[in-house]
T-cell receptor, first 116, second 114 residues
Framework: GAVVSQHPSRVICKSGTSVKIECRSL??????MFWYRQFPKKSLMLMAT?????????EQGVEKDKFLINHASLTLSTLTVTSAHPEDSSFYIC????????????FGPGTRLTVL | EDQVTQSPEALRLQEGESSSLNCSYT??????LFWYRQDPGKGPEFLFT???AGEEKEKERLKATLTKKESFLHITAPKPEDSATYLC???????????????FGKGTKLSVKP
């Protein structure tokens, strides 16, 4: 149990285009999903917290107009990187917190974004 | 400021050579401490949650312990397949921004040679 999927696993796009990344909790309901960014050999940096049915909460320094987050259901959250630029290239990872177990977060496999 | 520090940054072991990874933390109030394993190019895999000082949890060759200032991840007789980066994270009782946010350390990269 507690499986989280992400799609796509890898994406390469041209500068200026938008990219959508999906995060799904496959076998449980998640009231809260988190989006992280990870640079090479660095730890995870929280970008935003996504609550089902409400607006996402963004961490300081994260542009909410550039990283659009939608959490339309208890099993799906999406992150859209708008007008992507090479500096947005990174490894994006989502996590989901179960309704039942308040504290534990389960992570997706990540999405490698490369912007040319 | 809430902070998590992991040491060492990298650890090389021979197969069967037991050792420990350290996670020191400062947090206003600890709700939970988490250990994850991350393989290259993949998301973190949940290992343990610890909630109070003195608590211990085991899973196969791994054992996690918790004190009021730090946590240890003990690896007994490691195998090459235990090679990965091990991440420690804490969740504070009160976090003004995101609810339930995890604060991660930078990880310990473990390499186990056969």
């Amino acid at each position: 149990g507690a499986v989280v999927s992400q799609h796509p696993s890898r994406v390469i796009c041209k500068s200026g285009t938008s990219v959508k990344i999906e995060c799904r909790s496959l076998d449980f309901q998640a009231t809260t999903m988190f989006w992280y960014r990870q640079f090479p050999k660095k730890s995870l940096m929280l970008m935003a917290t996504s609550n089902e049915g409400s607006k996402a909460t963004y961490e300081q320094g994260v542009e909410k107009d550039k990283f659009l987050i939608n959490h339309a259901s208890l099993t799906l959250s999406t992150l859209t990187v708008t007008s992507a630029h090479p500096e947005d290239s990174s490894f994006y990872i989502c996590s989901a917190r179960r309704l039942v177990s308040y504290n534990e977060q389960f992570f997706g496999p990540g999405t490698r974004l490369t912007v040319l | 400021e809430d902070q998590v520090t992991q040491s060492p940054e990298a650890l090389r072991l021979q197969e069967g050579e037991s050792s420990s990874l350290n996670c020191s933390y400062t947090v206003s109030g600890l709700r939970g401490l988490f250990w994850y394993r991350q393989d290259p190019g993949k998301g973190p895999e949940f290992l343990f949650t610890l909630y109070s000082a003195g608590e211990e949890k085991e899973k196969e060759r791994l054992k996690a312990t918790l004190t009021k200032k730090e946590s240890f991840l003990h690896i007994t007789a490691p195998k090459p397949e235990d090679s990965a980066t091990y991440l420690c994270a804490v969740q504070a009782v009160n976090y003004g921004g995101s609810q339930g946010n995890l604060i991660f350390g930078k990880g310990t990269k473990l390499s186990v040679k056969p």
